[in-house]
């Protein structure tokens, strides 16, 4: 599978942003302001698409078909000129399977994250409002060895190629994380 992303200064839906493209499934990205200008590093098909920001965030990215996770001030440039694809938001949720602590908050929330084998990533949308804390965990009991939060709230959207059942929508977004067949 491959991972890319697709943005826009007006902001879209995810389904928006998946249509016309050949991507099985598309989540929504990172944060953005009331502009739709993105909020963090965007890197995908090796072009850098949004800059680096130095927050207390994460950096989800894949070099050489590997996927990892790390902290924002563990990234460097050498690491953004071999990446693929790189998103950085955050929280971080999940440290070699240790549950980060993390704010008491409640909202949908999308999480993305690598397994103990780096050529397995887990996307995952949920559509109730669940803590930080049970996000984490939740994404441990699935197999996660890394993962970080996403944008969420009300931005949280999952879209499929699947059947009706698996989509779910939520406000316009600057960007989108698509994944589809190499």
């Known amino acids: 599978m491959k991972l890319t992303v697709r943005q826009s200064n007006e902001g879209k839906s995810v389904h928006d942003f998946a249509k016309d493209s050949k991507a099985a499934l598309a989540i929504n990205g990172n944060f953005f302001d009331p502009q739709y200008r993105t909020q963090g590093l965007l ?37 953004a000129t071999s990446a693929e694809f790189a998103i950085q938001c955050g929280p971080r949720l999940l440290v070699n399977y240790r549950v980060l602590s993390l704010k008491a908050q409640w909202a949908r929330r999308t999480a993305i994250g690598v397994e103990a084998d780096p050529h397995f990533v887990l996307i995952l ?10 996000l984490a965990k939740l994404m441990k009991r699935l197999g996660a060895r890394y993962a970080m939060n996403l944008d969420g709230g009300s931005s949280t959207q999952l879209w499929t190629n699947a059947p009706a059942e698996a989509k779910l929508t939520g406000v316009r977004v600057a960007n989108a994380i698509l994944v589809s067949k190499r």
């Open 43 to 79: 890197i995908s098909d090796y072009k850098h698409l949004s800059r680096f920001k130095q927050v207390d965030w994460g950096v989800f990215a894949i070099s050489r078909n590997r996927a990892q996770i790390t902290h924002s001030r563990q990234w460097t440039s050498k690491r």
């Open 125 to 134: 949308a949920v559509d109730t409002r669940i803590l930080t804390s049970e």
